[in-house]
């Protein structure tokens, strides 16, 4: 068993758009060395957005916490809020934006476990 919480991640990943990823579970050794998925907790600050990327393998799933926010897959356009989740399959070009006027934060779980080598960005 393993047990971590968002407050004691020792070095979320801060990508430059803003984002900050505290990844919870996953295959690395500060997340429990998952095997099969990976769970992470995701915050953007208003006016912020993770960068466009793709993943070849990996499926995820994004489940509003709070704040509102704009995915944008494959160039169509959704507004996600509280209590929605959203499949994002490989291997589809998404981008999560913040434009609410608090916080988003979300649950992302990613099958197989996230790697930074399956992330590619868009072109």
Avoid: R
Avoid at 57 to 77: N, P, R
Avoid at 97 to 122: H, K, M, R
Wanted: hydrophobic share 35%; proline share 8%.
């Amino acid at each position: 068993m393993y047990i971590n919480e968002k407050d004691t991640v020792v070095n979320p990943l801060l990508n430059p758009q803003g984002e900050t990823v505290y990844e919870l579970i996953g295959g690395s050794v500060n997340s429990g060395q998952a095997a099969t998925h990976s769970l992470a907790v995701i915050v953007i600050p208003p006016g912020c957005s993770s960068q466009q990327h793709y993943h070849q393998v990996g499926e995820e799933t994004y489940y509003i916490l709070s704040g509102v926010a704009k995915m944008i897959i494959d160039g169509q356009e959704f507004e996600l809020t509280p209590g929605q989740a959203c499949l994002i399959q490989p291997p589809e070009h998404h981008q999560i934006i913040n434009f609410g006027q608090g916080n988003l934060e979300f649950i992302a779980v990613c099958v197989p476990a996230w790697t930074p080598g399956d992330s590619y960005p868009s072109s």
